[in-house]
C-alpha cells in the first residue's frame, strides 16, 4: 500500500506570494492532519481533517487555511507569505474509526520544504 | 492543559550501549502515547505507541517504550544501539477520548547520537 504522499517536495517563494500544498494520504484513511515543523518550535499542529470537514484547528493566523476533498487527498494554502512561514509542511493520515478507546497511528508523509525569500 | 516534555534535547551514546530517550506527559486521563523517529530531510515515522495493557511497548527497529503511569512517563528505550539509530525522536500524547480534541500534543524532539 502506498504511502503518504506531499507534493511539491520543495517550494520557493518569495513575501507576499501565496503557495498550496498537496497532500494524497493512505488508501483507506479518512483524516488528515497538518504540522508545520521549524528548528526552534518543534511540531506545530495547523488542522485536521475529516470527511471534508475540518475538525481541529491549532493557533495559526487565517493565512493558513485547508481543504479536504471528497476522496480524502488535502490541500493547504498560506497566503500573503511572511519570512516565518519557511518551514517543514508535514501531513499526516489516519484511519480514524473515531470510536471511543482507538489510538488510530498517524502516518506521515516525507513533507514539503517551502522557502520564503 | 496538555503537555509533553522531552527533557533532553541531545543523547549521545556508544554503539551497542543501550540507549534511553526521555519523555513525560501531562493530560487528563488515561493518555495514548507515540514514539515517532525522524531522519534528515524525511518525514516523521511511527515507532511504537501505548493504549492499554502491558506496560513494556515493543516497536519497530527493535525499540520499546515503558510507560509509567505513577510518573507519568513513557521513555523510549533499545538494548543496544546503533549508529544507524541516530535520528531525531519525538513523543507525543493524546487524551483518550472520542471527542473532537483528538489532535496529538508534541514533543519538542531529542537528537540522538550514535557514535561508533
Known amino acids: 500500500k502506498a504511502g503518504v504522499t506531499q507534493t511539491p517536495r520543495y517550494l520557493i517563494k518569495t513575501r507576499g506570494q501565496q503557495v498550496t500544498l498537496s497532500c494524497s494520504p493512505i488508501s483507506g484513511h479518512r483524516s488528515v492532519s497538518w504540522y508545520q515543523q521549524t528548528p526552534g518550535q518543534g511540531l506545530q499542529f495547523l488542522f485536521e481533517?475529516?470527511?471534508?470537514?475540518?475538525?481541529n484547528k491549532g493557533n495559526f493566523p487565517g493565512r493558513f487555511s485547508g481543504r479536504q476533498f471528497s476522496n480524502s487527498r488535502s490541500e493547504m494554502n498560506v497566503s500573503t507569505l511572511e519570512l516565518g512561514d519557511s518551514a517543514l509542511y508535514l501531513c499526516?493520515?489516519?484511519?480514524?474509526?473515531?470510536?471511543?478507546?482507538?489510538?488510530?497511528?498517524?502516518?506521515f508523509g516525507p513533507g514539503t520544504r517551502l522557502t520564503v525569500l | 492543559a496538555q503537555s509533553v516534555a522531552q527533557p533532553e534535547d541531545q543523547v549521545n551514546v556508544a554503539e551497542g550501549n543501550p540507549l534511553t530517550v526521555k519523555c513525560t506527559y501531562s493530560v487528563s486521563g488515561n493518555p495514548y502515547l507515540f514514539w515517532y523517529v525522524q531522519y534528515p530531510n524525511r518525514g516523521l515515522q511511527f515507532l511504537l505507541k501505548y493504549i492499554t495493557g502491558d506496560n513494556l511497548v515493543k516497536g519497530s527497529y527493535g525499540f520499546e517504550a515503558e510507560f509509567n503511569k505513577s510518573q507519568t512517563s513513557f521513555h523510549l528505550k533499545k538494548p543496544s544501539a546503533l549508529v544507524s539509530d541516530s535520528a531525531l525522536y519525538f513523543c507525543?500524547?493524546?487524551?483518550?477520548?472520542?471527542?473532537?480534541?483528538?489532535?496529538?500534543?508534541w514533543g519538542l524532539g531529542t537528537s540522538l547520537a550514535v557514535n561508533p
Open positions: 481533517y475529516f470527511s471534508e470537514t475540518q475538525r
Open positions: 507525543a500524547v493524546r487524551e483518550n477520548n472520542a471527542g473532537n480534541n483528538r489532535k496529538l500534543i
Open positions: 499526516a493520515s489516519s484511519i480514524e474509526a473515531g470510536a471511543l478507546g482507538t489510538a488510530d497511528t498517524q502516518y
